[in-house]
């Protein structure tokens, strides 16, 4: 089944320069594997589509449950230089909670 | 054990948390933190404008305030409020609390050392885009290394009680006390990395105990009196993190995870001037009610080079807004949109940036915004950047005539013109590790 991102995880987001980076953190030590398997780089840059001009790279924390994304011009050229509402990408947390993640039945069970 | 809280996660950030800090617990350091990348330009402007000033005019009056108790409860105050600006900002607070000696760590401005860097062979190039500094030499208005904890545990060793840093790395500010208690050498690698995390957790103040976290937000107690964050730190390099009792907020693993995830790039090579940490190394557990202890911090010998941050002119920005309500207030704000653009366009004007958000439809979430169909009402939010000011000025024009030419019903336009800024880019390049040479000085 499909089930949104944030029953899995919760997220925090920032900024360093032009870049955004959000931390993705398995409610459930158990679902970290779900999270590495299923929230690629490549579905978080799919995700925010235009938002985010360059590469997504994404680091895993075991030691946390959880992942850390690093999306590549995707503040309109940094905080004090970007003309967006979220100059310094902080609801990019909140925007990624919405991503569908496919799990089984058994995965999901508490 | 010591224990080392933050006070300030930038300057702005709610004025009685230090106050609150020192009265309700026992405490050693309080650290504050002040600089942001856009606040060392300002504080470069203010200084040019009057030798006095460039500093973060928060901490003198915050220190006046709090003289007292830090004398009676003996708890030194780490800032880098000095901004570009460290010994005028020391007498300041010297006048306001003259019985506190005050020490404050230069070194960190290299603006007036562009020149001779560039020409001893070192392009200080950003380290993004790999442009050399010398293709915006002539923009440049501020110029800073980020300098490490050592500089700032010397000052501590002066018996200062109050210290003053410009440009320190966020953690620094609470590794130095560590630094200087323990007397950690510079090869303790692990243990510099322990403080560094520890730093990291703090240097954003409540973000550590409970403000902007998800972690089942709605039953977050008393956020209208937070507590901010204490670590507390053994000499091992082991430390928990904890706030006074009857203090709001709360502190647990998922949010001191969610804050540990908070601007950082490569866990494993998180970069410091005094070490690098590995954040995958560590193991993090609950240690009690709003306790949360980490063991294990792994970390290595820090790199060659310090990092630079510098501002750069970059031209000028406006942003406008108009509100368009139910029926179709998404096809308005769009046709009026177009209609701005066109007559922008048969201006002649050039910009290097056009960006339209509508405001409650997709401002923040973009193409991830969930979709909305027939709101009550948008806000169309438009802004514009370029290097001529005029074509800017001339933007800010274009918006209020839409009340009469414009799609039925547009309003909210009871701000007046958008006003101009000048936009402040920032760049980081590295310098030799070297070439800044930290001091010490006591302020009388």
């Not at chain 2, 006070?7 to 617990?25: I, N």
């Not at chain 2, 800032?79 to 003259?98: D, E, F, I, T, Y």
């Not at chain 2, 430390?239 to 998922?254: D, E, L, R």
């Not at chain 2, 060659?304 to 501002?311: D, G, M, R």
Request: charged share 25%.
């Amino acid at each position: 089944m499909k089930v949104p991102l944030a029953r899995l995880a919760h997220t925090r987001s920032g900024d360093k320069g032009d870049r955004v980076n959000i931390g993705v953190i398995a409610w459930q030590r158990k679902h970290y594997p779900v999270l590495v398997r299923e929230v690629t780089a490549a579905r978080v840059k799919a995700h925010f589509g235009s938002l985010v001009q360059g590469q997504v790279e994404r680091f895993e924390l075991p030691n946390l449950g959880a992942l850390n994304f690093l999306l590549h011009r995707a503040l309109d050229g940094g905080g004090t230089v970007s003309l967006r509402t979220d100059a310094q990408g902080k609801t990019f947390a909140a925007g990624l909670l919405s991503l569908e993640v496919e799990v089984d039945d058994r995965e999901f069970a508490d | 054990m010591i224990r080392i809280a933050n006070g300030q996660g930038f300057w702005g950030d709610w004025l009685e948390a230090p106050v609150r800090l020192v009265e309700q617990g026992p405490l050693d350091y309080l650290t504050l933190d002040y600089l942001a990348e856009v606040t060392m330009s300002i504080l470069q402007k203010q200084r040019q404008s009057d030798p006095a000033l460039g500093y973060a005019r928060d901490f003198p009056p915050l220190i006046g305030r709090i003289a007292n108790t830090v004398l009676e409860r003996n708890v030194c105050v780490i800032a880098n409020a000095g901004g570009v600006n460290p010994v005028a900002c020391a007498r300041a607070v010297r006048k306001l609390a003259p019985d506190l000696k005050t020490a404050v760590v230069l070194g960190d401005d290299i603006l007036e050392r562009l020149d001779a860097f560039i020409e001893a062979g070192y392009p200080m190039q950003d380290i993004d885009t790999g442009q050399p500094l010398a293709d915006v030499r002539d923009r440049v208005l501020s110029a800073n290394a980020y300098i490490g904890a050592f500089a700032l545990a010397e000052a501590l060793a002066t018996g200062a009680q109050v210290v003053i840093a410009g440009r320190s790395s966020d953690a620094a500010l609470a590794l130095a006390p560590m630094i200087y208690r323990y007397g950690w050498e510079e090869t303790d690698w692990d243990r510099l990395a322990a403080g560094v995390v520890a730093g990291h957790i703090i240097e954003c103040g409540p973000q550590a105990t409970g403000g902007n976290s998800q972690v089942d937000w709605q039953h977050i107690p008393d956020l209208d009196e937070i507590g901010y964050p204490i670590v507390e730190m053994e000499a091992d390099g082991t430390f928990c993190v904890a706030k006074h009792p009857n203090t709001g907020g709360c502190i647990n693993s998922a949010v001191i995870k969610e804050q540990l995830l908070y601007e950082i790039g490569d866990p494993r090579e998180y970069l410091t001037p005094d070490c690098v940490a590995d954040f995958t190394s560590f193991r993090i557990e609950d240690a009690g009610p709003d306790r949360v202890r980490i063991t294990g911090v792994r970390g290595g010998p820090p790199p060659e080079h310090l990092k630079v941050s510098i501002s750069v002119a970059a031209g000028w920005k406006a942003v406008g807004t108009l509100v368009f309500t139910w029926p179709q207030a998404i096809e308005k704000a769009r046709a009026a949109d177009a209609i701005v653009r066109k007559r922008l366009d048969r201006l002649g004007l050039s910009f290097d940036q056009i960006y339209t958000e509508l405001f409650g439809v997709n401002a923040c979430h973009g193409p991830a915004a969930p979709l909305v169909d027939n709101p009550p009402e948008v806000q169309l939010r438009i802004g514009v950047r370029g290097q001529d000011r005029a074509a800017v000025e001339r933007f800010t024009r274009e918006l209020v005539p839409l009340i009469l030419s414009g799609p039925p019903g547009a309003t909210g336009y009871g701000e007046g013109r958008p006003v101009v800024r000048e936009v402040v880019a920032y760049r980081s390049a590295l310098v030799p590790r070297h070439e800044i040479r930290t001091r010490v000085e006591v302020i009388e």
